[in-house]
């Protein structure tokens, strides 16, 4: 089973990052590489089992499923169902956990999936660029 | 219950501020408050259940043991067994994790424990500012001095 770990820092109290990000329809808002999100049946967007339909901004589409969302612990569990990625059994975690020194965020990316052998360098480095341009977008939006 | 958590970013890798911190014996080192660390029985500083015993700067002593430490998650527990202020059932959990972003170290720790009553903000404020932030700062001058 393959790995990606990304994590960052974002100069702004957790619960400011967190508004942003545990929006499971709001990629769009605030990651560069999604151009459209919907949630599908005209769900909540945070009831757990909603189904988001979006699409890149280079034209790639991905379904994904929340399995998990906490605004107690601030962590978001999700799973792909669909993907042009050539994944199996992808599952994600994105989660902010304070830094009191400071009042800023320390903010992690995870997933786990199953590939062909050959393609999980790429994979892993490709999800892993995703992952961090969401980061990148984050501290830019909170300045640092 | 009366529970204490700080967290901070080392601008160094997760694994060299490891190496500093997973040594028991070795606060004497850079925690500005001890003075001298010794581990009872001449136990080795990694062996779960030793006991370390603290000098402290204003003289006082304190021991403490190690509960659990692990260099895969890069984490270690440990308690206090006896000190000469008013913190019981103290345990304290200390945990590194990588900033991929710059190779920098996330570092949580936090404890919980009793205290009389009236004393809770007192030793709140004392574990929050002088052990944890105190600890925060030693170790990044630490890394400076060695880097």
């Known amino acids: 089973m393959a790995r990606v770990y990304v994590s960052s820092v974002v100069n702004a109290r957790n619960d400011r990052v967190w508004a942003r990000v545990r929006d499971f329809n709001g990629m769009p808002n605030w990651h560069p590489a999604f151009a459209e999100s919907r949630i599908e049946g005209g769900e909540p967007v945070d009831k757990i089992g909603c189904v988001r339909d979006m699409r890149l901004r280079n034209g790639d589409r991905i379904r994904e499923k929340l399995l998990g969302l906490s605004d107690y612990d601030m962590f978001c569990t999700y799973s792909i169902l669909e993907s042009p990625m050539g994944v199996e059994n992808y599952v994600a975690t994105l989660r902010l956990t304070p830094v009191t020194d400071g009042d800023r965020s320390f903010v992690e990316w995870t997933a786990e999936f199953d590939c062909p052998p050959e393609r999980e360098a790429e994979l892993v480095t490709n999800i892993g660029g995703i992952f961090q341009g969401g980061f990148d977008a984050l501290k830019r939006a909170f300045g640092g | ?147």
């Open chain 2, 1 to 147: 219950m009366p529970r204490v958590v700080r967290s901070t970013i080392i601008d160094a890798p997760c694994g060299r501020v490891w190496e500093v911190l997973r040594d028991f014996n070795g606060h004497d080192r850079w925690h500005p408050a001890v003075a001298t660390s010794a581990i009872e029985r001449a136990q080795s500083a990694d062996k779960i259940g030793c006991v370390r015993r603290f000098k402290l700067t204003d003289g006082s002593e304190l021991r403490e043991q190690l509960l659990g430490l692990s260099d895969l998650e890069q984490t270690f527990s440990y308690c206090l067994l006896d000190t000469p202020i008013p913190l019981f059932n103290y345990i304290a959990h200390v945990r590194l994790l990588p900033v991929t972003d710059g190779d920098r170290t996330f570092w949580h720790w936090e404890s919980r424990f009793t205290t009389p009553a009236g004393e809770e903000r007192r030793m709140t404020e004392m574990v929050g500012e002088q052990l944890y932030q105190g600890g925060f700062d030693a170790i990044r001058r630490h890394m400076r001095e060695t880097a």
